[in-house]
């Protein structure tokens, strides 16, 4: 039962252009979202968040939209560079436990920024 | 400075053997965990410890053994392995309270032949 999918397996863009990384999910109670990448042979590295309250958080270059009734967010990077380029996860939080949340993450999508 | 470090790095078994894998975390973190990567890259948690109590046990073998000595340290020891324990196994830790923001290591590759 995948409950965040990331149906997009590879996304190439060209330097300097949008790169517009998508992600769905099927659990409602889902109130916490986060994106992260991945280079090779490294662990996931958190990139940016949002909270269900909010439909758009932006740091920099990397902006994150959430649609709560589609249950579907966003991860744009403008303007792409090609230090970019490697896996994003999205990555979902509804339950925790003390301290701790269970993250539920997607597949990942490999983005290539080419020159 | 590394934030979550993880050793060994690889790691190549026989089936049947025990192994450990160790990992720190330097960020002053409270809540540590294990998640594990199979063949399809589904990322997966598979424990949570907060400050040397286990606080998140998912549905995983009991061959697998989380030990926390202290707050800056979770290790794995896995006995008997089966091949289906190939994976990259990684740690990471977060802060209170909820902990949704998770920082992780580097991975530990592990083959078991």
């Known amino acids: 039962d995948q409950q965040v999918k990331q149906n997009s397996p590879s996304l190439s863009v060209q330097e300097g252009r949008i790169s517009i990384l998508n992600c769905d999910y099927t659990n409602s109670m889902f109130d916490y979202f986060l994106w992260y990448k991945k280079y090779p042979a490294e662990g996931p590295t958190f990139l940016i968040s949002i909270s269900s309250i909010k439909d758009k958080n932006e740091d920099g270059r990397f902006t994150v939209f959430l649609n709560k009734s589609a249950k579907h967010l966003s991860l744009h990077i403008v303007p792409s560079q090609p230090g970019d380029s490697a896996v994003y996860f999205c990555a979902a939080s509804g339950e925790f436990r003390g301290t701790a949340s269970k993250l539920t993450f997607g597949t990942g999508t490999r983005l290539q920024v080419t020159l | 400075d590394t934030a979550v470090s993880q050793t060994p790095k690889y790691l190549v078994t026989q089936m049947g053997n025990d192994k450990s894998i160790k990992c720190e975390q330097n960020l002053g973190h409270d809540t540590m965990y294990w998640y594990k990567q199979d063949s399809k890259k589904f990322l997966k948690i598979m424990f949570s410890y907060n400050n040397k109590e286990l606080i998140i046990n998912e549905t995983v073998p009991n061959r697998f053994s989380p030990k926390s000595p202290d707050k800056a340290h979770l290790n794995l020891h896995i006995n008997s392995l089966e091949l289906g324990d190939s994976a990259v196994y990684f740690c990471?830790?977060?802060?209170?309270?909820?902990?949704?923001?998770?920082?992780f290591g580097p991975g530990t590759r592990l083959l078991v032949l």
């Open positions: 990471a830790s977060s802060l209170q309270p909820r902990g949704e923001t998770q920082y």
